[in-house]
Every structure is written in C-alpha cells, then in structure tokens.
C-alpha cells in the first residue's frame, strides 16, 4: 500500500527503533507490541542502520502487522541537528557505504565517550556498556545506563543533562551528513524522506527552510508535540505540499507506541 493511503487510513505508527539502535526492544518484540495493540502499520527507523528491518518484517508476516522498511538518518543544518525518516528504503551499496562509516565513527566517538567518563573520575568500561548494547551498535542511551548502573548518577536523563547532552563535557559530535545528503541517499533508494519531530528543532524558520528542500513530507504528529504544535506543523506541511506523518519514536517503555491518523 502506498504511504499517502496509510496515513490516510490511521492507526499506523511510523518511528520505532529497536536493539538494532538505541532502542530497548529487539525487531521482532516491537512488532509484537504493536499487534498487541491492534496497530496493523509500522515503521522500523533505527538510527543509521538498516539491521532491524528482516526480523521486523519476518515477524510482521507471521502478526498481520505491515512492517514499512525505514531508517532515521542523523544530519545537520546551521548547527541545528535535523533527523531524516527515510520510508519504504531498499538497500543500495551507496547508502550500506555511507551507514557503514557513520556506524565505524560511532564506535570510535563511544570509546572517546567513555574515557571522558573516566577522566571525570567516573569509571566506566566498555564491557560495561556492552552489557546494555546486548551486542549491537553503542549509542549514547547504552552509555548512560553503565554511568548509572555504576553509581554516578540518579538516571539517565540525569546523565544527559550533567554529561551527555550537546554541549557537555562528555559530548562527542556525531558524524553526520548535510539535510540534502541525506534526502539524495534516500531517494536514490526509491524510498520517502521525511522531516523527523520538527519541535526538537527549536526554531520554525529553520523548519520552513528545510521544507524549501527535496523532503516529502514532515512529521506531525510525535509524542513530544503538543495539540497545537500538531496544528502549526500540518500547517506547514500543506503550506509546502508536504506528506504528513506520524509516530511516537518509542525507545523503550517510558514511551508508548502510537495510534496515529485522521480517526
């Protein structure tokens, strides 16, 4: 089914990341809570990787729940980091390239995470953060669970508001690409770019700006907008001609994954 008619019909939920990234829940396991609760669409969005999407989509076949192949891609735009969800990808050698270098940096920009912590006096290894990556890519979330696990802090929103967070003293910059980038890997895919949570951006004109850009569509609907940022960005959308999407960007059981759409 195309994208347009599945928004159109609801009860989708189109931004869910899994252990393949920072997410808590393997593929199959987000698939699983979704037909838990009826949801019959989904988008696997892991950020920078694909690795998620087989076992989600062999279990959507055995559940009934349609399972969109997608990604989250990390780029950035005057300063402001701006996330990409790319829809109905396919796997090209261009983009495996690109993510396999952005997944090689990660693993670099984690080991210099972690010696920050320990020059800070807080001693974390990277067995320790292995332990909540369960074998899979390391991602900032992981990390803040070993500070914790350890003892150096409440939580892990504590972690990123004291360490982690862009700005702090153990932040490492991520490498990422330019908006255009982005969108060009994805569509070169045959797949949908879309403008992930604008509200994180903090700044409409910018927004607007990147709505000038190659994107399809705009996410509207996010489990941190708000009734009236929903309407201010579906605003935006039918300004620019824009898809409009949705998705709660579940992570873990603090969040609750979605039932979006005109219903």
């Known amino acids: 089914m195309e994208l347009h008619k599945i928004i159109r019909n609801g009860r989708f939920d189109l931004h869910l990341h899994t252990t393949a990234s920072d997410g808590s829940l393997s593929p199959s396991e987000v698939v699983e809570k979704a037909a838990e609760k009826g949801i019959k669409t989904i988008a696997i969005t892991d950020h920078d990787t694909m690795d998620g999407i087989k076992e989600a ?4 076949k055995k559940l009934n729940v349609n399972v969109i192949p997608g990604i989250e891609l990390s ?15 396919h796997e090209s050698n261009e983009l495996l390239e690109v993510l396999k270098k952005i997944r090689d940096y990660r693993e670099n920009r984690a080991q210099l995470i972690v010696k920050k912590f320990c020059e800070l006096g807080m001693t974390i290894t990277e067995k320790d953060v292995q332990k909540h990556s369960h ?3 390391i991602a900032r979330p992981h990390i803040a669970k070993a500070v914790v696990e350890n003892g150096y802090a409440k ?3 504590e972690v990123f508001d004291l360490y982690l967070g862009d700005g702090k003293p153990c932040a490492v910059d991520k490498m990422v690409l330019s908006p255009d980038e982005g969108i060009r890997l994805i569509h070169n895919t045959g797949g949908i770019a879309v403008l992930a949570h604008p509200i994180l951006i903090q700044d409409d004109l910018i927004v607007e700006e990147l709505m000038q850009l190659s994107f399809d ?13 929903v309407i201010r960005y579906k605003g935006i959308g039918k300004k620019y001609n824009k898809l409009i999407t949705g998705g709660s960007d579940y992570h873990n059981d ?10």
């Open 57 to 60: 989509m062999e279990a959507g």
């Open 75 to 89: 780029t950035k735009y005057k300063g402001k980091n701006i996330d990409i969800l790319g829809y109905q990808i």
């Open 135 to 137: 074998g899979e890519v």
């Open 155 to 157: 939580n892990t929103q």
């Open 217 to 229: 569509g705009i996410e509207v609907w996010h489990r941190k907008h708000q009734p009236e940022d």
């Open 254 to 263: 603090d969040h609750t994954i979605g039932d979006f759409g005109f219903h």
